[in-house]
């Protein structure tokens, strides 16, 4: 038989951590074929795939497509083949239509350069047609329902030919209907000749879906059964090797404490969105009682991720009332609710609730960071105890040194889930869970409902936003149902009734608006009367009817729109080469273009490649001066690299460097007479007002949500005005032909140590400020709450980070660190503000911190190659041919390789 594809023997190995994802795996896909691949968290079934879509190459074995040995390297090697991947959290752009995501790097065009929209809009719509799928070319994908964003990824493959379709956990955030939707599809697209995988943990889907059943565990391929052949249980038990229950055992029937107090109440709570009529949050009452879990269901739009963001402090309120235990908590944003214990396990784990570039130590410990700091320097051996702590209790195997987000979605929320309760323990009495088990395996699963049994058991409050009706009905005391913003019904789970599913589907879905139930807090015999009367059932599916297909039409609101690792988080993946691959391959192109730039336009190119390699290092004076220009980039680099950290971009070091070496200058005239001591208050001085000038930037960004990138542009842009004028005016030295100010003290003068060159003892001051910035970032709680700040906004407010503060003094210190730079070159080398003496010195810095990918430990090289640059095209401009454009251009495509990668990342806005 000529299989679809086969899989040989593969073994996949993670270089980071040596971790063997899959070992000898073989596998084989019939044509017309849906083949499920189940397992626990953990178990390799995302990364086996992701071997086949050329996300990750395998260590070994061999794929064979349609009979032929291939070599997948790439996701377009992929596509190209015919094999398509739909990540579980979708890759698609909100703000452009179906038809302009679908035909994304294949695009129609006319006029051989014109995007042709008409022609994708009709192919595309023939393709929607063909499959009967319940969406339009033109419609914005911003405002479809998780359901047709499936639709919209499957027909992305579709449109490319792919023949073998993959799909991660398919209906992970979909409800009933539209998974019954999802699965007709699926079994057409078969039908037609497709063959699929899918990646899921959910026992009744691969027997409802599937032709036969792949199960791994630990990595390994442990079965390949008949669908039909196997039950449930077998199937559990080869996942697991033990039975498990895929739906949560009811624990509703149980009592709540009789002596229950309330915890958490909201008094008509309102959250608007300015100029749009319909609240997110429409008046919202309720009251979370102790030993309670109360659920909240709602599907797309309906305002169950605003409540949740109001309940995590991350979205503030427009009126009402929020008291915890009497106390009003209404404008507490998420820094003070953790600072009173509160506990929440976010839906978007990946985005919220962690951050994948961040080490797990660092992501376990940022709700109790400051208990794991003595005097602001982090206790790396308490941390490491607290993290080894949670690990035991919480069963959870890992390393604290590895990036999350090289742990399988399961750890991660094991992570979160741990963290939080530890949390909770320590003094909280309300917990909000939001879709806690979305993504995870049926014994993960279990494991949280566990965890909420034992947490209601000791009189917590419990807040379950879920859109998982099994779920629900399992684990609560009451529902509220959210539609649209608003409470439509309040129901009791118990006694458990037949019809309870389907009546809360109902009004999650805004079939049923009966205006008794729409009080919330309504009797329990009303909501019992509501369940037995005579109600239309909802539709088992949605393509029946185009006009209730429309009002089903939400905007997305159940996954983040991308997958945390499908797009660069930090633009070293955007090189070839690894870690040091960026750097190195900035440095060839410099080289390059220095070389093609000489043989063009020098009449003795190698005289001139010559002087300009060998030359700053020929003799003392030249390796002297060189270094001495390498002081000024160093301390730029550093201020670069600061705001790099806290993912803000300061443009505005050359005005920086001239204020800072100003009124260092001007400062150390009026406090000559106190000798060092007024030699330190003077450089005090530069760098506080350069600080300034910066950290006002990062003030109008926090307060105005201004760019910081054209502030300090053109502040920048105005000290330079402002202060060449004051050089040539008020503080003008008429007693030398240069314009200058007056020379500062002779000992003021920092000492020269490598005469006859300019180097002055600055290079020691510029090594020790690495070394202190580099213990600041990694060894201090600010430094902790800069970089994670700067890497997710989001996952820090999540955990308590005041990220407005953390950017200003981000700003602040940037522009100190250029000062300083201005302030020793004064002391060191000019002795005097002199006119225009910071030429270059900002953006230079700039490029410094670029090549160095902001890393302190990397700047001194970077520096010193870029002094090595400019030394070098100064000499060769001097004894052969050039001019210093050589330098320049050379400087420019280090500038453009770095700039362009770095930018990339800083101003992609992250999907919350």
Request: glycine share 8%; proline share 4%; net charge positive.
């Amino acid at each position: 038989m000529t299989y679809a594809l086969e899989l040989r023997d593969i073994t996949t190995i993670y270089p980071a951590d040596h971790f063997m994802a899959n070992r000898n795996v073989s596998l084989s896909l019939r044509t017309g074929e849906i083949l499920c691949l189940a397992g626990e968290n953990g178990a390799g079934k995302t990364s086996l795939m992701k071997v086949l879509s050329g996300f990750i190459q395998p260590a070994q074995g061999e794929i064979v497509v349609k009979g032929n040995p291939v070599s997948i390297t790439s996701p377009l090697g992929a596509a190209r083949l015919g094999i398509g991947m739909v990540h579980q959290h979708f890759m698609l752009f909100p703000d452009f239509s179906v038809a302009e995501n679908v035909v994304m790097g294949l695009e129609p065009v006319k006029f051989g350069f014109l995007y042709d929209f008409k022609t994708a809009v009709e192919r595309v719509n023939a393709l929607i047609k063909a499959h009967e799928f319940s969406i339009k070319a033109d419609d914005r994908v911003s405002g479809l329902s998780v359901g047709q964003l499936q639709q919209v990824e499957i027909v992305k493959l579709l449109y490319r030919n792919a023949d073998i379709l993959i799909l991660d956990e398919p209906s992970a955030a979909l409800t009933e209907q539209e998974t019954v939707s999802l699965f007709q599809t699926l079994r057409l697209l078969a039908k037609g000749g497709k063959s699929l995988i899918l990646i899921t943990h959910k026992l009744s889907e691969i027997k409802r879906i599937s032709d036969r059943v792949a199960v791994m565990h630990k990595g390994e391929l442990v079965a390949l059964r008949e669908t039909a052949r196997v039950d449930e249980y077998e199937i559990s038990q080869l996942m697991l090797g033990r039975d498990i229950n895929e739906t949560p055992q009811t624990m509703s029937q149980e009592d709540p404490p009789r002596h229950a107090v309330p915890v958490l109440s909201f008094n008509k709570v309102t959250v608007k969105r300015r100029r749009q009529e319909q609240p997110l949050l429409n008046e919202l009452s309720f009251t979370a009682h102790s030993g309670e879990i109360l659920a909240f269901a709602g599907a797309g739009n309906s305002g169950l991720e605003e409540l949740e963001a109001v309940l995590g402090g991350l979205l503030p309120i427009n009126s009402g009332l929020i008291s915890h235990k009497g106390i009003d908590i209404s404008h507490l944003n998420a820094e003070s609710l953790r600072k009173r214990n509160l506990a929440y396990v976010p839906a978007d784990r990946l985005n919220v609730g962690s951050e994948a570039q961040a080490l797990i130590s660092e992501n376990i410990m940022i709700v109790r960071r400051r208990e794991l700091t003595r005097h602001g320097i982090l206790d790396r051996a308490a941390i490491s105890r607290f993290c080894h702590t949670l690990f035991e209790r919480f069963a959870i195997r890992g390393n604290e040194s590895l990036r999350i987000g090289s742990l399988s979605g399961g750890n991660i929320q094991k992570l979160v889930l741990a963290r939080e309760i530890d949390l909770l323990e320590r003094g909280g009495d309300y917990i909000v869970f939001s879709k806690p088990t979305w993504g995870l395996d049926v014994a993960a699963s279990n494991a949280v409902y566990e965890r909420m049994t034992e947490l209601r058991q000791k009189g917590v409050a419990i807040l379950l936003l879920s859109s998982n009706l099994d779920e629900i009905i399992a684990m609560a005391d009451r529902v509220l149902v959210l539609y649209r913003g608003g409470i439509v019904a309040e129901l009791d789970t118990r006694p458990l009734d037949a019809s309870l599913r389907e009546l809360i589907g109902a009004y999650m879905l805004g079939l049923r608006r009966d205006e008794s139930a729409q009080v919330v807090g309504a009797s329990s015999e009303t909501c019992a009367a509501l369940r037995h009367e005579t109600r239309e059932p909802p539709p088992r599916d949605l393509r029946l009817s185009a006009t209730r297909r429309r009002s089903f039409r939400h905007k997305t609101r159940e996954s983040p729109p991308r997958r945390i690792s499908s797009r660069p988080r930090r633009w070293t993946s955007l090189w070839p080469l690894g870690r040091l691959g960026g750097m190195a391959l900035i440095v060839l192109a410099a080289l390059m273009a220095l070389v093609i730039f000489a043989f063009l336009f020098s009449e003795t190119p190698l005289r001139t490649l010559r002087y300009f390699f060998m030359g700053p290092i020929q003799n003392t004076y030249y390796f002297g001066n060189m270094l001495n220009s390498a002081i000024p980039l160093i301390f730029g680099g550093l201020g670069a690299s600061i705001a790099m950290r806290s993912n803000n971009l300061n443009l505005g070091g050359e005005g920086q460097v001239y204020i800072g070496g100003f009124v260092s200058t001007i400062a150390a005239l009026a406090l000559a007479p106190l000798g060092i001591g007024g030699a330190v208050l003077a450089l005090l001085a530069g760098a506080i007002a350069a600080g300034l000038v910066s950290g006002a930037s990062g003030f109008l960004k926090t307060k105005w949500d201004t760019s910081e990138l054209i502030t300090t542009f053109l502040l920048s842009n105005a000290l330079l005005l402002i202060i060449d004028y004051l050089i040539t005016g008020p503080f003008l030295d008429s007693e030398t032909s240069l314009q200058s100010t007056t020379k500062i003290a002779q000992w003021f003068h920092l000492p020269k140590i490598l005469p006859p060159s300019s180097l002055s003892a600055a290079l020691f001051f510029a090594i020790a400020a690495v070394i202190l910035v580099y213990l600041f970032l990694y060894h201090t709680l600010m430094g902790y709450e800069m970089r994670i700040s700067g890497l997710n906004g989001t996952f820090a407010r999540y955990g308590g980070v005041n990220t407005a503060k953390s950017g200003v003094l981000a700003m602040f210190l940037s522009g100190a660190l250029y000062g300083i730079g201005g302030s020793m070159a004064i002391y060191g080398t000019y002795y005097a503000t002199i006119k225009g003496f910071s030429a270059g010195m900002g953006w230079n810095g700039l490029a410094v911190a670029l090549i160095a990918r902001s890393r302190p430990q990397a700047i001194i090289p970077a520096a010193l190659f870029f002094a090595w640059i400019e030394s070098g095209a100064y000499l060769a401009m001097q004894f052969s041919d050039v001019t210093i454009e050589l330098a320049s251009i050379t400087q420019s495509v280090v500038f453009f390789m770095a700039s362009s990668a770095v930018l990339r990342t800083i101003l992609t806005p992250r999907s919350n």
